[in-house]
T-cell receptor, first 114, second 113 residues
Framework: GENVEQHPSTLSVQEGDSAVIKCTYS??????FPWYKQELGKRPQLIID?????GEKKDQRIAVTLNKTAKHFSLHITETQPEDSAVYFC?????????????FGQGTTLQVKP | DGGITQSPKYLFRKEGQNVTLSCEQN?????MYWYRQDPGQGLRLIYY???????QKGDIAEGYSVSREKKESFPLTVTSAQKNPTAFYLC????????????FGSGTRLTVV
């Protein structure tokens, strides 16, 4: 079935450094790729998303890139701050044959050390 | 509260007891979902529904049941058949094709006592 692989599972960086999280998806019909941030004990919240007709999207310190040929997409956080510490989930829309629901990656725990 | 409300926030269940978690949305979304999250783990899909009076099993449906009698509501019952129900439960909703992502509720933390 459809699958999304996310790496790394944990990531520790110094404040001010960049962080990159990578995902690979299997369904070639996927056309929407959101990223969620979940702080401890809270709900996941959408932080950025990208559609298949775009290769890159940026929002302040956060950017997402998409390579449809390779079925890869990545989250880039620059100038990391302690408040960026959280669990990040990538997701890919599944094709019409699978009802269109999102398929989530396993999550990456990001720790930003002051 | 983001258009989707879960209640209660905390719930305690005795052994052998059924409990029901509430999820209500006012976003006019067709699709609704239930996820289970264990400490330090990802999101595991329990059940989902794309239309009223219809729902599908997810990856870990055993020991759970749902209903979708109204578009706005998608309650989850954790039955006594679920042997390890202690977890954080998240409800979400979306358009039918998820083309704008999911909106999540604030979650219910269920503990067996």
């Amino acid at each position: 079935g459809e699958n999304v692989e996310q790496h790394p599972s944990t990531l520790s960086v110094q404040e001010g450094d960049s962080a990159v999280i990578k995902c690979t998806y299997s369904d070639s019909a996927s056309n929407y790729f959101p990223w969620y941030k979940q702080e401890l004990g809270k709900r996941p919240q959408l932080i950025i998303d990208i559609r298949s007709n775009v290769g890159e999207k940026k929002d302040q310190r956060i950017a997402v890139t998409l390579n449809k040929t390779a079925k890869h997409f990545s989250l880039h956080i620059t100038e990391t701050q302690p408040e960026d510490s959280a669990v990040y989930f990538c997701a890919a829309s599944s094709g019409p044959s699978n009802t269109g629901k999102l398929i989530f990656g396993q999550g990456t725990t990001l720790q930003v050390k002051p | 509260d983001g258009g989707i409300t879960q209640s209660p926030k905390y719930l305690f269940r005795k052994e052998g007891q059924n409990v029901t978690l509430s999820c209500e949305q006012n976003l006019n979304h067709d699709a609704m979902y239930w996820y289970r999250q264990d400490p330090g783990q990802g999101l595991r899909l329990i059940y989902y529904s794309q239309i009223v009076n219809d729902f599908q099993k997810g990856d870990i449906a055993e020991g759970y049941s749902v209903s979708r009698e109204k578009k706005e509501s998608f309650p989850l019952t954790v039955t006594s058949a679920q042997k390890n129900p202690t977890a954080f439960y998240l409800c979400a909703s979306s358009t039918r094709d998820s083309s704008y992502g999911y909106t999540f509720g604030s979650g219910t933390r269920l503990t067996v006592v």
